[in-house]
């Protein structure tokens, strides 16, 4: 096992810079999870510490040995990339042995290896199996096995999920955990799908431009984000926005107005807001309340009730202001489109940004961060 450290990584292709001064820190056993938009970097990233990409400047340490230059099958890693790359006409057995005969080792350690993958795996009954007769969660554990039994220190993972369907997703993501679990080793996986980062990761590393946005716990990142991308990025529905105006401000907490709507005092760090800055507020769609709940209120018209069954997401546009704001009802709600409703609105909820994205650091408490 092994941890992996990088110092001022940067990669380019001609002009172009895809990744700038990445410095991060994984502990051997971590579980960490890169995670970004479409071409934030993180694919590359992850292709940097297997070896198959170089870097450009910077450094690259795993057990503390500097990598740039070690080829890609001495460093001890493994790599799980988004396409299964099985060889169809090969056995899951041998799918799962053919690197291991390349590299010469004996038919009596190829054979403990791979049935020791297949056990961990659940691939026992069909390690005599063809792919084409193996669906695609079973083909995923396959790819991960013939990974497993190199034995790897850092375990990679590219996208490793996203050509499942969704309740294959949620089953994948339940065993990679546990697989984690049991082997303890480093892994590092790739997505963009932040569900699969918020439910696997013990830390998070959310890239965007090519630039490391924040690093942490998953539930840190969601309850205080660094800027309004990473609050952006992180939840489903996403967080949502509105435009505000400073009315005053104290070292532990601000006063915002929210035009055609309300005012009300943030317990957020005020020491680097001045009365009439133009800030943005945050708040998630589930922290939103019933309007009798909170002292501070939103008035809008209904455009559209989503009934998902245990909740009812409705996009509310709201009176003086331009973009339509999401409530996450925890029920049924009985609502029509078009008619009138009031929420309410938490002040110790809300988040506040800086023009620049940058965020105020929540005075608020959370349970579990």
């Known amino acids: 096992m092994a941890g992996v450290i990088l110092r001022n990584v940067c990669k380019t292709f001609g002009d172009v810079t895809i990744s700038k001064d990445i410095n991060l820190d994984i502990e051997d056993g971590e579980f960490v999870v890169f995670v970004g938009p479409s071409g934030c970097g993180k694919s590359t990233l992850l292709r940097m510490i297997a070896g198959l ?3 450009t400047s910077g450094e690259l ?5 500097r990598m740039n230059e070690v080829p890609p099958a001495e460093r001890g890693v493994g790599m799980v990339f988004q396409s299964y790359a099985l060889y169809p006409h090969l056995s899951v057995a041998d799918n799962m042995s053919f690197g291991l005969k390349l590299a010469g080792a004996s038919k009596t ?7 020791q993958a297949a056990d961990i795996l659940q691939l026992g009954a069909l390690l005599d199996r063809q792919p084409k007769a193996l669906s695609g969660g079973q083909r995923q554990r396959v790819a991960i096995g013939r990974t497993l039994v190199g034995e790897p220190n850092v375990f990679l993972l590219d996208e490793p999920l996203s050509n499942l369907d969704a309740a294959l997703r ?5 065993e990679l955990a546990r697989l984690h679990k049991r082997l303890g080793c480093t892994m590092i996986y790739v997505t963009h799908d932040q569900i699969e980062a918020m439910t696997l ?3 998070i590393v959310v890239l965007d431009g090519g630039l490391v946005s924040q690093v942490g716990k998953p539930l840190a990142l969601y309850h205080y984000p660094a800027n309004r991308f990473v609050a952006g990025f992180l939840g489903s529905p996403k967080m949502n926005f509105l435009p505000v105006t400073v ?3 104290e070292s532990a907490r ?3 107005e929210i035009a055609g709507q309300t005012s009300l005092w943030l317990p957020v760090d005020g020491t680097s807001v001045s009365a009439g800055d133009q800030m943005t507020l945050g708040i998630r769609p589930e922290h939103l309340l019933d309007a009798a709940a909170s002292p501070h209120q939103l008035h809008g018209t209904i455009l559209v009730a989503e009934q998902l069954g245990n909740e009812t997401q409705i996009h509310l546009q709201l009176a003086g202001q331009e973009h339509p704001l999401v409530y996450r009802h925890h029920d049924v709600a009985v609502v029509r489109d078009g008619t009138a409703l009031t929420i309410g609105l938490p002040a110790e909820r809300c988040h506040l940004f800086h023009a620049d994205g940058r965020a105020c650091q929540r005075l608020h408490p959370e349970p579990g961060v």
Do not use: F, P
């Open 254 to 256: 601000v006063q915002v």
């Open 247 to 249: 009315l005053a401000a």
């Open 201 to 203: 990761a013990h830390k």
């Open 61 to 65: 340490l795993i057990g503390e040995q």
């Open 170 to 174: 949620v089953q994948m993501r339940i």
């Open 109 to 115: 350690e190829i054979q403990q290896r791979v049935q």
């Open 53 to 55: 990409e170089d870097i």
